[in-house]
Structure formats: C-alpha cells, structure tokens
C-alpha cells in the first residue's frame, strides 16, 4: 500500500509539474514583428497602432511587437508574401494589386461598385466569413486575415482638365488593377510605375496624370502640387482592401488566450477606424478648398457613361482571373454588391468631392 501510495503521489506531483510547465509555456512574452510600406505618421497606420497597442494591453505584456515602418523589412509588393514565409509575424498589405494570382477573390472589391468604404468593409468582413473559397485564399498562402480596410473613394489627379472620356484618351495615368483596367476601356493609356516616380513623372511632362490613391490620401500628401485637376473619374469609389494579416504559423503558435485577445481587438479596429476616418476626411476637405486644386465636376449623363463602358471591362477581367478560384464569379460578385448595399443603408457616407463641391 505504501508503494502504491508514493506511485500515486508521484504521478500526482508529476501532473501538477506537467501543468505549471504548460501554464508557463502558454504565459511566455512574445515579441511579434510588425511590416508596414506606410509610414508611422500615416493615416492608416492608426488602425494598427490600436492594434497593436491594445493586444499588449489586454494580454497584460505578454504580446507586444517590433514594428517596420515604410517598408524597412519588406517592400510593398513583398508583403503577401514575405508574411506566407515568416519574413514577418503580422503585415499590411494590398494583395489584390500586387499578388493577384494568390489573391483573386480578394480583388472582388472593384471600381463602380460603391464610393461608401465603410459599407465596402464591412460588407467584404461578411463576405469573407460567409466564403469558403475567400477563407482558403488566407489559408492558402499561410496567413490568418484579422481585418481589411477598404480604400477611401479612388480620384484622379491630371494636368489637364478631364470632363468626358474624349478628354481621358490618349491621355498617361498612372495606375493599378480595376482603376487601370477602367481608364483603358476608356481610352486613357494606365501606366504602372510607383506612386512617387509618377509623381515626378507628371511633373516634368512624362504623363498626365495619376490614380488609385483615395481622395483623402491624395489631398493630404497635396498631389496637386504637380497635378491640380481633380476628378473622382466617373464616380469609380472603392477600389480595393487594404488587409492586415498574421503568419498562420505564428497563430497556431500562440496560446488560445492570447488569440481570443487578437481576434477580439482585430474586430473593433474597422469602427475605431472610421471614427478617425471622418475627422481625417473633413480635414482632408478643408485642406483642399485652401488649396490651388481645382474640382472638375462631371455631369451625371457622362458619369453614366463612363461606368457603361468601363464598369463591364473591369468585371469581366476580374471574373477571368478569379474563374480558377471559384466556380460562379459573377454569383460572388452580386453577393458582394448585396451585403455592400446593406451595409450603405446602415452607414450613409459623404465622399470628399461632395463635400467639397458644397459650399
């Protein structure tokens, strides 16, 4: 009996031991990178500074991370895929211009589907825990999507007046994936060169013009310094997601506390988000009624006209691409356009060009 009762005794202390190593595995510190091509000071880092911040707090220190602002550990078109192979914990990312081929479904967000970003991200969250085949993109290519935020409202930038489309051919945009796919079925000729190359490109009269940059975004980093005409291009809106992701190796690495944490702080960001948003729109508008831009307004019979000819282009090449991918494109689509408009009537948005073409 006594033999017995130290066998017991000592499976009992070696249970208890097993448990405390196991608790203190699961409480270990970890420090987590973070790879960004924005800036720290950029309006959409905010979204993963509360990020960030809020899981350090919440999971009492023992997550934080080591941020890599502007593309110091990655560059923007490595990011997807830096993120599938370790090169970073978590990322930020836009894998439906610049990893198509990995990412097509995600490209489901195209030009002339709404000019509401905030309708546009909720409705793509929805979409995604509704889609298999979405969710499988992530999987995939070795990363957990926390959240997406999509684009301000696109705008186009020119040295020159663009009222019609007769204005916009021939004319050198730059651009990327659906807004360069519309501008061509348009008559305009897209460009793909970096934002900033663009930039100077228009300016020493290598193009015309440049998009794909959010109203906000254009405004605040004053593009109309070298290209003061301003139009939001036959009303194109939403053009694509900007996603935050985590390794899906570094998930499954973590303890199932600390992933509660991170789940629940990844789905309030979108809202903290937008909050901030609309102050940095209204600011955004402000600065440009102050500035030497000047707002080409286009008259709803052309705005008609350019999403007539364009918006089926740019469909009709995405429906290609994502065709491997998922058996009925155009049903994923609809669906899309669907949760989009439901999503509107719940989130009534403002974009900047009519903001600022109220006086």
Same mark, same amino acid.
């Given at each position: 009996?006594?033999?017995?009762?130290?066998?017991?005794?000592?499976?009992?202390?070696?249970?208890?031991?097993?448990?405390?190593?196991?608790?203190?595995?699961?409480?270990?510190?970890?420090?987590?990178?973070?790879?960004?091509?924005?800036?720290?000071?950029?309006?959409?880092?905010?979204?993963?500074?509360?990020?960030?911040?809020?899981?350090?707090?919440?999971?009492?220190?023992?997550?934080?991370?080591?941020?890599?602002?502007?593309?110091?550990?990655?560059?923007?078109?490595?990011?997807?895929?830096?993120?599938?192979?370790?090169?970073?914990?978590?990322?930020?990312?836009?894998?439906?211009?610049?990893?198509?081929?990995?990412?097509?479904?995600?490209?489901? @967000?195209?030009?002339?589907?709404? !000019?509401?970003?905030?309708? &546009?991200?909720?409705?793509? #969250? *929805?979409? /995604?825990?509704? %889609? =298999?085949?979405?969710?499988?993109?992530?999987?995939?290519?070795?990363?957990?999507?926390?959240?997406?935020?999509?684009?301000?409202?696109?705008?186009?930038?020119?040295?020159?007046?663009?009222?019609?489309?007769?204005?916009?051919?021939?004319?050198?945009?730059?651009?990327?994936?659906?807004?360069?796919?519309?501008?061509?079925?348009?008559?305009?000729?897209? @460009?793909?060169?970096?934002?900033? !190359?663009?930039?100077?490109? &228009?300016?020493?009269?290598? #193009? *015309?013009? /440049?998009?794909? %940059? =959010?109203?906000?975004?254009?405004?605040?980093?004053?593009?109309?310094?070298?290209?003061?005409?301003?139009?939001?291009?036959?009303?194109?809106?939403?053009?694509?997601?900007?996603?935050?992701?985590?390794?899906?190796?570094?998930?499954?690495?973590?303890?199932?506390?600390?992933?509660?944490?991170?789940?629940?702080?990844?789905?309030?960001?979108?809202?903290?988000?937008?909050?901030?948003?609309?102050?940095?729109?209204?600011?955004?508008?402000?600065?440009?009624?102050?500035?030497?831009?000047?707002?080409?307004?286009?008259?709803?019979?052309?705005?008609?006209?350019?999403?007539?000819?364009?918006?089926?282009?740019?469909?009709?090449?995405?429906?290609?691409?994502?065709?491997?991918?998922?058996?009925?494109?155009?049903?994923?689509?609809?669906?899309?356009?669907?949760?989009?408009?439901?999503?509107?009537?719940?989130?009534?948005?403002?974009?900047?060009?009519?903001?600022?073409?109220?006086?």
């Amino acid at each position: 009996m006594k033999t017995l009762g130290r066998i017991f005794k000592g499976a009992l202390i070696a249970t208890f031991a097993v448990t405390a190593i196991s608790a203190a595995a699961q409480q270990q510190p970890r420090k987590l990178t973070y790879a960004t091509f924005y800036g720290s000071n950029e309006f959409y880092e905010m979204s993963a500074k509360y990020f960030m911040e809020e899981v350090s707090k919440r999971t009492n220190g023992n997550i934080t991370f080591q941020p890599y602002y502007g593309g110091t550990l990655l560059k923007t078109a490595e990011m997807s895929t830096g993120l599938a192979k370790g090169a970073a914990d978590v990322a930020a990312a836009v894998p439906a211009a610049f990893n198509p081929r990995e990412f097509p479904l995600t490209g489901v @967000i195209m030009p002339f589907i709404s !000019e509401n970003p905030i309708a &546009v991200t909720y409705a793509f #969250a *929805e979409l /995604v825990k509704t %889609t =298999p085949e979405l969710q499988q993109e992530y999987q995939r290519n070795n990363q957990k999507l926390l959240w997406a935020l999509a684009s301000g409202e696109n705008s186009l930038w020119t040295n020159k007046p663009i009222r019609t489309a007769a204005d916009l051919k021939g004319s050198r945009i730059r651009a990327i994936i659906g807004v360069a796919d519309g501008i061509k079925a348009l008559g305009g000729t897209p @460009i793909s060169i970096p934002w900033v !190359e663009a930039l100077e490109l &228009v300016q020493r009269g290598g #193009a *015309e013009g /440049v998009s794909g %940059t =959010p109203f906000n975004q254009a405004v605040v980093t004053k593009v109309f310094d070298m290209a003061p005409y301003a139009s939001h291009a036959g009303r194109m809106g939403v053009y694509t997601p900007v996603t935050w992701s985590i390794n899906l190796d570094t998930w499954k690495s973590l303890d199932a506390a600390s992933q509660r944490v991170i789940e629940e702080v990844a789905a309030e960001v979108p809202g903290k988000y937008f909050d901030a948003y609309k102050v940095e729109l209204e600011r955004a508008v402000q600065l440009a009624r102050g500035s030497k831009m000047t707002y080409v307004a286009m008259d709803e019979a052309e705005v008609k006209r350019w999403q007539a000819v364009a918006q089926p282009e740019v469909q009709k090449k995405w429906m290609d691409t994502a065709r491997p991918r998922i058996k009925d494109p155009q049903q994923l689509i609809d669906r899309f356009t669907t949760l989009t408009r439901k999503y509107e009537a719940q989130h009534p948005y403002v974009t900047g060009f009519d903001q600022l073409s109220k006086k």
